[in-house]
T-cell receptor, first 113, second 112 residues
Framework: GQSLEQPSEVTAVEGAIVQMNCTYQ??????LSWYQQHDGGAPTFLSY????GLEETGRFSSFLSRSDSYGYLLLQELQMKDSASYFC??????????????FGSGTRLSIRP | EAQVTQNPRYLITVTGKKLTVTCSQN?????MSWYRQDPGLGLRQIYY???????DKGDVPEGYKVSRKEKRNFPLILESPSPNQTSLYFC???????????FGPGTRLTVT
């Protein structure tokens, strides 16, 4: 079935900027969400893109291009507490499955001092 | 406090013994969902519910049942658990299927 692809691991330096990508093979997802999950914890919501373009919430920004089947989460001014796994999630695919939610397998972000 | 609660948090059981994991939310959300999380596979949706008495299959519904008799509750039922259902389970709720979902704390299930 449809899946959202994410790199499994990313390493970045404290204070820097990191971009984590989410791609899918064909279009058809209605909106893209991003979640953060610390080890042993539950996912927590970060951002949602209903339409193409950039959404900004503090240090976090998320981008969606449905024509390119691509989205990303951008984290600025990285802090050690940002070390976690990050998941993208899409509604769909297709109109008949618009209420279904598919998660990517997640990107584990490690921050080094 | 707005929250999603799940019980139990931890459960060890044996193959074939029916079990229910409860999920309750106090935010009057219409959309509720169950996920399982396995290493390297992210979260996979088991079942979801758009509203009372409206449920539908997610990506991995086999071996699970759900019901939505009241808006606040969405129990997950394993009629005959098997070892491949050993996993971490999350319940989530939201006002619609799009956008922010609130997750419960998770239930770690082991089936021997």
């Amino acid at each position: 079935g449809q899946s959202l692809e994410q790199p499994s691991e990313v390493t970045a330096v404290e204070g820097a900027i990191v971009q984590m990508n989410c791609t899918y093979q064909t279009s058809g997802f209605y909106g893209l969400s991003w979640y953060q999950q610390h080890d042993g914890g539950a996912p927590t919501f970060l951002s949602y893109n209903a339409l193409d373009g950039l959404e900004e919430t503090g240090r976090f920004s998320s981008f969606l291009s449905r024509s390119d089947s691509y989205g990303y989460l951008l984290l600025q001014e990285l802090q050690m507490k940002d070390s976690a796994s990050y998941f993208c999630a899409g509604n769909g695919p297709g109109y008949s499955s618009a209420s279904k939610i598919i998660f990517g397998s997640g990107t584990r972000l490690s921050i080094r001092p | 406090e707005a929250q999603v609660t799940q019980n139990p948090r931890y459960l060890i059981t044996v193959t074939g013994k029916k079990l229910t994991v409860t999920c309750s939310q106090n935010m009057n959300h219409e959309y509720m969902s169950w996920y399982r999380q396995d290493p390297g596979l992210g979260l996979r949706q088991i079942y979801y519910s758009m509203n009372v008495e409206v449920t539908d299959k997610g990506d991995v519904p086999e071996g699970y049942k759900v019901s939505r008799k009241e808006k606040r509750n969405f129990p997950l039922i394993l009629e005959s658990p098997s070892p491949n259902q050993t996993s971490l389970y999350f319940c989530a709720s939201s006002s619609t299927s799009a956008g922010e979902q609130y997750f419960g704390p998770g239930t770690r299930l082991t089936v021997t």
